[in-house]
Structures are given as structure tokens and as C-alpha cells.
């Protein structure tokens, strides 16, 4: 009691100590004045900077190499060129509408406030903004019309003429961190083509002709099935969703054996029919997975779509689809079946290059609850658990038979010497008049 009644007088006159600040004080006012100037989270916010933890495990895949797209790696050193080659498209982007360039300046300045919302930084509102916003998407539209109807190309076009910069653009463009909001494009997109003279596919079309070929997109989607998108790698990430609403399965165990383990315990393996990720079908012992084509642009592609599921609070179908390949693939040699059952394509060397991309892309993240694959856990499990179990009991008993077996033999017949010498000369005796007996049998 003694020690509790000092405890309570220290903290009393601890209290007592401390000085009230006036409420014009300089921190308190500081404070106030942040508090004045900063707004609440919007929910319009969807173009992040890649989680720490996951950057860090290859900060290549996450980082532009050629060109910066939106203000968060806006005026990288190295990045010369590429603004030079956007004024060049701006012209020519011009020369393509009757709209004046004041016309399409007005689009991007009304869509300002709600541009700087979608980024998870603070974006302040300037001149300087407005013109980045401007280039950058008159220089995507561009881009996606010349790829779309093709050349003569002019001197001088680094994307489709010497150094042929395309495919690092295009890889470039699948970035998180490297986005427009999908609405400053349409907005820019239908201005130039309420032009009668412009006859030029949709927006939604036109990404799909530059993505395609590079990344192997899916056969996309009847664009009435499209909701509002939000930028290009949420387009990658709905591509892919399962075309169906999963079931609700409770799990005991989220493993999954290797594709050596499931072909030990009897499973097939197919490559299904269809072109999305969740088409997997486990049935009567045989499990159909759709084709996975790995190509240089595989990780980069995959990556920032779970970086895009991990910041935005979106289901991650896609980090547990990544999780269930990683679960199959626990050797090179399991990558190697899954080639020699034409399911995976390899497009960038050997099975241990890819043994190690599927190791390295789940490394730092968090695959959550996901029913859909949880349920074709369970049953691979039960399968795997019961014919796993059969052929362990066969082996068990035939091991154990052949043990009684060996026991009994030393036990009656071997126990002594002397025994042991009889059976031997009665084995050899035996034996030899089998052989004789034959060769009696057998004509001359």
C-alpha cells in the first residue's frame, strides 16, 4: 500500500508539472494549419507506389525504364528523350482534330481535382500538372492509333523506327506506379473522335490491339461487360477474374502437394480449354489448369497487378492464383511436367529460371481467403489424402509380410549352423533336380 500511495503522489506531481501552452502557441498553431490544409483519404485513390516489403524483392519490376507516365516518377533523370518524343505526338495528335489545343486543355482542367484524388500522394494543383496530365495522355492515344493502323512511320519515331523503344514503352505502361486515370484518356479520346473525320476504334479497343501481342491479354471481354476502369493494370487484373462467383468452403489445410506429389498419388494433368486464370477444374482425378505462357514480361505483369490487389483492398484473386502455381512448382522438375503437359510455355529459358520467377513473386505478400481456390485445395487434398493413404497401406502390408517371412526363415531354418548348412544343400539339391528332370522332359 505504502509503494502505491508514492506511485499515485509521482504522477500527481508529474501532472501538475506540466505546462498548459496557450492556444496561439506556435506548435499548437502549425499543428492546426496542417490540419486545415490536409483533406480526407478519397476513395478515389488507385495509383500507388508498390508496398516496401514487395518492391523491395525486385525493384526493377515496379521502376519505368524508358518513360514516365503521370506525375510519381515524372522528371527522372534519363527520361530526356521520351518528353521530346511526346511533343513530337502532340503535333502529330493535333493534326488529327478541328479541336484546338485550348479545347483539349480545358478536358484535362476540368478532370484536375478528380486526377489528383486518384493518387495515393499528395498532388498539388498546378500549371505544371495540368500540362504533364495533357502530354502524357494525348501521347498514349497516339501511340495506340499509330499501333493500331500502322506505318509509314517519321524519321525520327523512337518507338516504331530505330531504337525501336515499343516493347520497353509498352512494359513501361503495365507499372503501377506509372498510370493515368482511364477517365482523363476517354475524356481526351472522345473529343477527338467526335470528329466525323475520325474514325478511330474505341478506347477500350485500342488498348487491347497495343497489349495483346505483348502480354498475351485474353481474349477480352464484350465491352458492355466492362465496368468503369479505373487505369490499365486494373484492366489486366479484371481480365483475369474467375467468370463466376466462388463457393464458400471452410479449409484445414491451405497446402496443396507438388505436381510430383499429386502424380505420385494418382492425379492427371490436362491443359484445359479455357483462357482465363480460374478456369482450373479438378474432376474424377484429373486437374485441367489453362495455359500459362511465361514470357520476359511475366513477372512484371504479375507483379504490379498484386501490388495493385495489395494497396487497393480489392480481392486478390490474383495473388492466390500466383500462390496455388508457387504451391504446385516446389522443384524445376515439377516446372518440367507441367511443360511436358503442354500447360506452360516457356518463353524465357530454362525450368530453373522459372522454378525461380514463381518462387520470387509471392515472396512479401499475404494471399488471403479466397473461397474459390480454397475449395479446389480441399479437394485436391482429399484426393491426394485417400490414394496417398492406399498405396502407403499396400506398401506397409507388403513390407510387413515379407519382414514375417524373413523372420520365420531365420527363426526355423537358421537358428543354428548346422541348420542352416542342411537347408542351403537341400535348396542346391533341389534345384539341380529340377534341372535334371527338365532336361529328361525335353526331346534330344
Known sequence: MGNSSAAEQDIKS???????????CPVSASIKKMLQSSSPLSSDRCIYRAPVDIRKVNEEAYTPRVVSIGPLHHGRKGFEAMEEQKLF??????????????????VVKSLEDRTRKCYAE????????TQMILLDGCFIIELFIRNCFGGPYEEGDLLFSPPYMLSNVCIDMMLLENQLPFFVLEGLHNLLSSDKQNRIPTLINLTKMFFEPTIGMTKLLDENGIPPLKHFVDLFWFCQLPTSRPKDYVVTSNCIPCMTQLHQAGVEFERADGDRLFDIDFNNGTLKIPRIVVTDCTEILFRNIIAYEQCNGTNRYVLSYMS?????IDTPKDVDMLIHNNILTNGIGSSIEIFILF???CKETEAGNIPYLHGLRRDLNKYCYTHTWNVTFLMKYCKSTLQRWKETLKRDYFDTPCKGVSVIAASVLLVLTFIQTVYTVLPA
Open 122 to 129: 499528395t498532388i498539388e494543383t498546378s500549371a505544371k500538372f
Open 89 to 106: 505526338y502532340l503535333r502529330t495528335f493535333l493534326g488529327r482534330t478541328s479541336s484546338s489545343l485550348e479545347n483539349y486543355v480545358q
Open 14 to 24: 508529474a501532472l501538475t508539472s506540466i505546462k498548459i501552452e496557450p492556444s496561439d
Open 324 to 328: 496455388f502455381i508457387n504451391d504446385l
Open 359 to 361: 518462387k520470387a513473386i
